[in-house]
């Protein structure tokens, strides 16, 4: 199992990005897929999440401003970040989750500066 995130960088508040996590060695069509952050000093947060269904849930701090969106013909795994805030500033994680299990791949880092 292998998740490759990438479209981290620097960006100015107001601004956008899209972040991308190609998976291979599974199809993520069979998983729920998710993505996390860690902001420096803080814990790992769920941002978002895609079931299999399409079904999405968002954390409360980016309801509204970030879209989480699959492929499942290119197994890649989007999250469009709109509206950004030097807040969401943090490594973001793209992870594959099957019931109690999950599986991580390395992270891209996203800074947002006012």
């Known amino acids: 199992v292998q998740l490759q995130a990438s479209g981290g960088g620097s960006v100015l508040a107001g601004g956008s990005r899209r972040l991308s996590c190609v998976a291979s060695g599974f199809s993520i069509s069979m998983y729920e897929m998710c993505w996390y952050r860690q902001a420096p000093g803080k814990l790992r947060e769920l941002v978002a999440s895609?079931?299999?269904?399409?079904?999405?849930n968002y954390a409360d701090s980016v309801k509204g401003r970030f879209t989480i969106s699959r492929d499942n013909t290119e197994n890649t795994v989007y999250l469009q970040m709109n509206s950004l805030k030097p807040e969401d500033t943090a490594v973001y994680y793209c992870?594959?989750?099957?019931?109690?299990?999950?599986?991580w791949g390395q992270g891209t880092l996203v800074t947002v500066s006012s």
């Open positions: 992870v594959v989750r099957s019931g109690p299990n999950a599986a």
């Open positions: 895609i079931s299999t269904v399409q079904n999405t």
